[in-house]
């Protein structure tokens, strides 16, 4: 396996609290991104990163925020969580011209 | 727009046979194509990539072939195995668009039955 977790794997809250997630990568990585997988959909892309403090929006990035202050991790914040981003949230590593490795996600609730 | 569709959304087959997936795309022109697999609780795992000059490649009794002209890829799965049950996911790579400007399908769940 890629060295890439992500935490908590499992996680439930309240509409309107925020939730950080966090991706840590042992591969020294350049690339690093945030999905979302929904059911009928294919995996979005949130935010990604292309260094240390520099990031970019994806497709579906209203609501959430990324800060990324070392090479090793990437977080992703829901500002003020709400029931449609309930949804499993897959981070993504890459060296140049090679293929993403995902980690295994974490499964958000948000009741 | 760029798309990437999948089909079938689902397929049931017993253990031991072979099957096909599907995966049409409007993306174009584009840099490379890739398949993965996402077993339940886990995230895709990288199965091929083919270039868009690339017809075919194989990894074990996973085979992709990409014909660029009709933009079709499929996905052979020979002797299908219980371990083989998992969703299958197309990607295809805009030429201009980097690793940040992936298309993903929204995947084939495949099941094996013993």
């Known amino acids: 396996d890629a060295g890439i977790t992500q935490s908590p794997r499992h996680k439930v809250t309240e509409t309107g609290t925020p939730v950080t997630l966090r991706c840590h990568q042992t591969?020294?990585?350049?690339?690093m991104y945030w999905y979302r997988q929904d059911p009928g959909h294919g995996l979005r892309l949130i935010h990604y990163?292309?260094?240390?403090?520099?990031?970019d929006k994806g497709e579906v990035s209203d609501g959430y925020s990324v800060s990324r202050s070392k090479t090793e991790d990437f977080l992703l914040t829901l500002e003020s969580a709400t029931s449609s981003q309930t949804s499993v949230y897959f981070c993504?590593?890459?060296?140049?011209?090679?293929?993403?490795?995902f980690g295994d996600g974490t499964r958000l609730s948000i009741l | 727009k760029n798309q990437v569709e999948q089909s079938p959304q689902s397929l049931i087959i017993l253990e031991g046979k072979n099957c096909t997936l599907q995966c049409n795309y409007t993306v174009s022109p584009f840099s490379n194509l890739r398949w993965y697999k996402q077993d339940t609780g886990r995230g895709p795992v990288s199965l091929t990539i083919m270039t868009f000059s690339e017809n075919t490649k194989s990894n074990g009794r996973y085979t992709a072939t990409l014909d660029a002209d009709t933009k079709q890829s499929s996905l052979h799965i020979t002797a299908s195995q219980l371990s083989d049950s998992a969703s299958y996911i197309c990607?295809?790579?805009?030429?201009?668009?980097?690793?940040?400007?992936?298309?993903f399908g929204a995947g084939t769940r495949l099941a094996v039955h013993p």
């Open positions: 993504a590593i890459a060296a140049a011209d090679q293929p993403q490795h």
């Open positions: 591969e020294n990585h350049r690339y």
């Open positions: 990163s292309y260094g240390v403090k520099d990031t």
């Open positions: 990607v295809v790579s805009p030429f201009s668009g980097g690793y940040n400007k992936l298309i």
